[in-house]
């Protein structure tokens, strides 16, 4: 079955430091993964996209993530976090062939202290 | 350019009532697909249109439906409601195999 996991309910970074949250995937062929951003009462915002290509893709808002395939990860970083930036973030995948369904993580809260 | 629309965006119904919501796609986009999001649940897939048919199905009762209209704006009912439906339904539009998936803000339902 296809499935992603979140190991990480929540993430907790000082502003100003990296932050990095993880996003391991197990599917049966090709995976494509998407990070989404979810603020209270909102719907989610697209972050960033692996369809095919390089392994690092940047996204919005200063996020970037990296394409493992050996690990089966693709965790989601940024170089220097911001308050702004707590929210609940989601890892998604969809099997190439399987139509628009996306299977997400449970979600990480980040919480970005000052 | 205008975003997916969802309506209406909270709703409080009874136990045992039936609920319809909507959603509007981004224009041109032709596939739609509805989402569940619950605290214990997390996010998970109930169904997706695309040209008014529905091409895949989540793992939930019947009495969870949808479909699509020719200008692809989709709805999704709930029948016979139960405490449990209480959640936020989010949908999403894309173009077709375009892998693009843009969210709307979702509409809370709260059964009492």
């Known amino acids: 079955a296809q499935s992603v996991a979140q190991p990480e309910d929540q993430v907790n970074v000082a502003e100003g430091n990296p932050l990095t949250v993880k996003c391991t995937y197990s599917?049966?062929?090709?995976?494509?993964l998407f990070w989404y951003v979810q603020y209270p009462n909102r719907g989610l915002q697209f972050l960033l996209k692996?369809?095919?290509?390089?392994?690092l893709v940047k996204g919005s808002y200063g996020f970037e993530a990296e394409f493992n395939k050996s690990q089966t990860s693709f965790h989601l970083k940024k170089p220097s976090a911001l308050v702004s930036d707590s929210a609940l973030y989601f890892c998604?995948?969809?099997?190439?062939?399987?139509?628009?369904?996306?299977?997400f993580g449970a979600g990480t809260r980040l919480a970005v202290h000052p | 350019k205008a975003g997916v629309t969802q309506t209406p965006r909270y709703l409080i119904k009874t136990r045992g009532q039936q609920v319809t919501l909507s959603c509007s796609p981004i224009?041109?986009?032709?596939?739609v697909s509805w989402y569940q999001q619950t605290p214990g649940q997390g996010l998970q897939f109930l169904f997706e249109?695309?040209?008014?048919?529905?091409?895949n199905k989540g793992n939930f009762p019947g009495r969870f439906s949808g479909r699509q209209f020719s200008n692809s704006r989709s709805e999704m009912n709930v029948s016979t409601l139960e405490l449990g439906d209480s959640a936020l339904y989010l949908c999403?539009?894309?173009?077709?195999?375009?892998?693009?998936?843009?969210f709307g803000s979702g509409t809370r339902l709260t059964v009492v």
């Open positions: 999403a539009s894309s173009r077709f195999q375009d892998y693009g998936y843009t």
């Open positions: 599917v049966s062929g090709n995976p494509y």
């Open positions: 692996y369809i095919t290509g390089d392994n």
């Open positions: 998604a995948v969809v099997v190439s062939g399987g139509y628009n369904k996306l299977i």
């Open positions: 224009s041109g986009h032709r596939s």
């Open positions: 249109y695309f040209s008014e048919t529905q091409r």
